[in-house]
């Protein structure tokens, strides 16, 4: 049973903003408690639920287990107890569900990072493979998606992708695809038909909003210089592309595909935030102490997770050892979604799991 105390304290707290909020609080204050509002209102709502399933199955249990009352009528209820312990089972898991501990970044947009690793232009290739099936992911989900940098390889393929995947929730679902993912099968350059193995690396940063990072311009060394590459006279001519160096830290993202010095600087600025806020994250969950090590895995962008295998036509996660032979329609993007749902499913239990055998605060 999920402690009557805890729940009590969370609808007080969500009828504490209500007043708040008509009072007519304003500024960055609206802002905070607007965003706890959302946050909280599902959770309240899934206690209403469970408290009238719970009231509802009390009542029910006690018509049908008294046996001086009129026996009809205990019938009834003993017909309807079972549809209501089923339907109690039911909300109370909708419940923990929803009282889960909540990453702060769920919300956010999503950042992506694509890089070609091991075996050169077959590792471009499927970095691009990558590349395609996390657009058209996005599409399915009713996402934005925009590049916000590009190298492209010899062959069509790309060396390193950055992508802005713009909609709620999308780091939620994306922050399961960091690390390394390996493909096996023939390369179009290998003329013996032997499988090669390669790979890339991908790594999901949340966008942070404006008030979640504050970068000071004296931190910033801005350098422009000439973009290098395909782009005529413009390239020649026109120092369009910047570097920006966070001096404290030593991160440095570069932006050159713009021919608008002052849009590669707003990129630049924006992939900078969202570096250093993941930067952050990563620093206080390694300070504490007991950071959870759930069976997805870390996250750590050196960690395989996943093996994409063209002759078996199968792709397989590592960390939940889920192997489907839907590798072609997973790749497109077009069941990207059962791997990702499978994932977050995982992380949930496990998170449950321990939530079991915490006391409750």
């Not at 209403?48 to 249990?61: G, I, K, N, Q, S």
Request: charged share 30%; proline share 2%.
């Amino acid at each position: 049973m999920i402690p009557e105390a805890k729940l009590t304290r969370l609808v007080d707290r969500f009828a504490a903003i209500e007043a708040e909020l008509a009072a007519g609080a304003g500024g960055s204050a609206y802002v905070k408690l607007s965003k706890e509002y959302a946050e909280l209102s599902p959770v309240v709502e899934a206690i209403a639920a469970y408290r009238e399933t719970e009231h509802a199955l009390r009542d029910t249990e006690a018509l049908a287990s008294d046996s001086a009352g009129d026996i009809e009528l205990r019938t009834l209820a003993q017909e309807e107890q079972s549809a209501l312990k089923d339907r109690f089972a039911h909300v109370e898991r909708e419940l923990q569900l929803r009282l889960l501990p909540k990453d702060a970044a769920d919300s956010s947009s999503a950042i992506v990072e694509i890089r070609a690793g091991t075996g050169g232009d077959e590792a471009a290739l499927f970095a691009s493979d990558l590349l395609r099936m996390y657009q058209r992911y996005a599409q399915l989900m009713g996402w934005r998606t925009e590049i916000l940098g590009l190298s492209d390889s010899d062959l069509g393929g790309v060396k390193e992708a950055v992508v802005e995947v713009v909609g709620q929730g999308a780091y939620a679902k994306l922050k399961f695809e960091s690390g390394v993912h390996r493909v096996q099968r023939v390369p179009v350059t290998e003329a013996g038909g032997r499988i090669h193995t390669s790979a890339a690396t991908v790594a999901v940063l949340p966008e942070p909003e404006d008030v979640d990072v504050h970068v000071d311009e004296k931190d910033l060394r801005i350098d422009v210089f000439r973009a290098s590459g395909a782009g005529g006279q413009h390239v020649n001519k026109t120092e369009s592309a910047v570097r920006i160096t966070h001096l404290p830290s030593g991160i440095v993202v570069a932006q050159q595909d713009e021919k608008s010095q002052h849009k590669n600087r707003a990129r630049a600025l924006k992939i900078l935030k969202a570096k250093l806020f993941e930067a952050e994250r990563a620093r206080q969950a390694s300070a504490r102490a007991a950071e959870r090590k759930g069976l997805v895995g870390s996250g750590d962008r050196s960690e395989r997770i996943r093996t994409y295998n063209f002759p078996q036509g199968r792709v397989t996660d590592h960390r939940i050892n889920l192997t489907l032979y839907k590798l072609e329609r997973i790749l497109s993007g077009d069941e990207l979604r059962e791997i990702v749902d499978a994932l977050v499913a995982e992380d949930q239990a496990n998170r449950l799991a321990e939530l079991e055998h915490e006391p409750d605060r």
